[in-house]
Every structure is written in structure tokens, then in C-alpha cells.
């Protein structure tokens, strides 16, 4: 098996679409993700895969916080916006609308439901790391319909 012939097959996998984001002193950062479950109940815990080579990485190591951000099926555009890469910037988000939580990290405006993490560890795995976040705080923001992504398309439930 290659790399293509994989993520061909685990793109058989649907899965929700999220913008992990951290504030590093000021600087902010967020990256689309798909690689994001829950891990455990007791201590709430969940993960979120990031390449080594991500902007985000780094951000999520020198932080020791990251918010995971739901997106509605209405979000397409801000999954696409944090798909690319970019340099983190001081006090904004791409231009993404936004709020600092309790905890210090962006919160983006109009998600589905956010998550606030403690980085409770961080496991090398390959090209990636895989981000164990303690849950801190959290909410459901709206109730309609997550932007899903399913064998290299995004869809909608329904």
C-alpha cells in the first residue's frame, strides 16, 4: 500500500470538520482538522493529529492550550481559509471573527461548539504528532447541521 491508495481508503471514513486554534503570547494561529475524537470520559480527554511541520505544531507546544472549533455545514469558506498555510499573527485570526475564552484561546464566531484544552501530552506518531488535550471548558453554540468531509469532498448531513 502508498500513501495515496491510504488516504483514499481512510477518506471512506467520514469525518467532522474543525479549526484548531491556539494564542501563543499574543500570537494566533488556527489550521482545519479532521484528524480530532474523543479519547476519554475520565479524565475528559480528546486528540487531534498535527503534522510536525504545521505552524500549528509549535503553536500548540509553546501554548499548553488549543481550542478545537466545530464547523457547520455553512463553514466551508472558514475551513478553507485555515487549510492553508499561514504564519501565526498578533491579535488576529486570518480576519476571522473571534473571541478569547476563558482559558485564553480564539474561540471562532458562528461554530457549532468549541472545546477549550489543556496539551496533557503529546505522542510522536510518523510525520505527526497526536495532541492529547484535557477538556477545560466547552459549549454548544447552535444546533444545525456539521460540515463533514467524506472521500475528499466536503458534504452536508441530511
Same mark, same amino acid.
Given at each position: ?27 494566533? #494561529? ?41 464547523? *457547520? ?10 487549510? #492553508? ?9 486570518? *480576519? ?26 503529546? #505522542? ?13 471548558? *466547552? ?20
Amino acid at each position: 500500500m502508498n500513501s495515496r491508495a491510504f488516504r483514499d481508503l481512510l477518506g471512506s471514513f467520514a469525518t467532522g470538520v474543525t479549526v484548531i486554534t491556539t494564542n501563543d503570547r499574543g500570537r494566533l #494561529h488556527g489550521m482545519t482538522a479532521n484528524a480530532v475524537c474523543s479519547v476519554s470520559l475520565d479524565p475528559l480527554l480528546l486528540l487531534v493529529c498535527v503534522d510536525r511541520r504545521a505552524h500549528c505544531h509549535q503553536q500548540v507546544l509553546a501554548a499548553e492550550r488549543f481550542a478545537v472549533n466545530v464547523l *457547520g455545514a455553512d463553514q466551508r469558506a472558514l475551513s478553507d481559509l485555515f487549510a #492553508h498555510t499561514q504564519e501565526p499573527e498578533v491579535g488576529e485570526l486570518r *480576519g476571522a471573527p473571534f473571541r478569547l475564552a476563558e482559558h485564553g484561546v480564539p474561540i471562532l464566531d458562528g461554530t457549532l461548539a468549541h472545546v477549550e484544552c489543556r496539551l496533557a501530552a503529546a #505522542h510522536r506518531a510518523g510525520d505527526h504528532d497526536i495532541f492529547v488535550g484535557e477538556a477545560l471548558a *466547552g459549549r454548544i453554540e447552535r444546533e444545525d447541521p456539521p460540515l463533514v468531509f467524506f472521500r475528499g469532498r466536503y458534504r452536508v448531513l441530511g
